[in-house]
């Protein structure tokens, strides 16, 4: 599954219909999704309530705020329950407070469906609090400078990032980045 900075869903869809596209148009469920079409509103549906969006399924994406959208964006990514989900910035064009509660949601549906995130981020903090290895890159050329393991247990609170252990993550990749870029 794959979710971007941008939501990028079909204004002229409904929210319900644009979770359900990656069933409409990827194999195995293509062939299926005319005779599993109630099946599938309902998990869509479940994923939907699941990031705090339970009644919006029938609005068009022009009626939602961008946080809202980058939900149903999560729920169209996970819809097909990848065992890969790759995210790119997904949370970049967001306020503060519904980024941090997009990470927790993001945290919860890891925690239950137990899926591998790739996160593409340039915010440190997003960075330590949702994953258990950090890859710190170079400008151009991309090469990875340092690998950060984050030892910090599960399930991990917001509270935590408040914590001295989680700043000194969060300090430690800031100054590898500015070494990097003073190269």
């Known amino acids: ?5 941008n939501a990028n869903m079909l ?15 990827v194999e195995p469920y293509r062939s299926q999704f005319r005779g599993n079409r109630k099946e599938f509103r309902a998990m869509a549906e479940k994923l939907l309530a699941t990031v705090g969006l339970a009644g919006f399924g029938d609005r068009f994406p022009w ?6 959208q980058q939900r149903v964006s999560l729920c169209r990514s996970l819809i097909h329950e990848p065992a890969l989900l790759m995210l790119d910035e997904p949370f970049a064009a967001l306020d ?30 997003e960075a330590a609090f949702l994953a ?35 700043g000194d993550i969060v300090y430690e990749l800031r100054m590898k980045i500015a070494e990097v870029r003073q190269a």
């Open 11 to 25: 204004p002229w869809r409904k929210v319900i219909d644009n979770v359900l596209l990656p069933l409409e148009i």
């Open 1 to 5: 599954g794959m979710a971007f900075q």
């Open 63 to 68: 009626e939602l705020s961008g946080g809202m």
């Open 96 to 125: 503060a407070f519904t980024r941090e509660e997009l990470w927790c949601v993001l945290r919860d549906l890891w925690q239950r469906l137990g899926f591998t995130v790739i996160l593409v981020t340039h915010d440190l903090r």
């Open 132 to 166: 258990d290895n950090i890859y710190v890159m170079s400008a151009r050329p991309g090469q990875i400078v340092q690998v950060k393991s984050v030892d910090i247990p599960r399930p991990r609170d917001l509270k935590v990032t408040y914590d001295k252990d989680f």
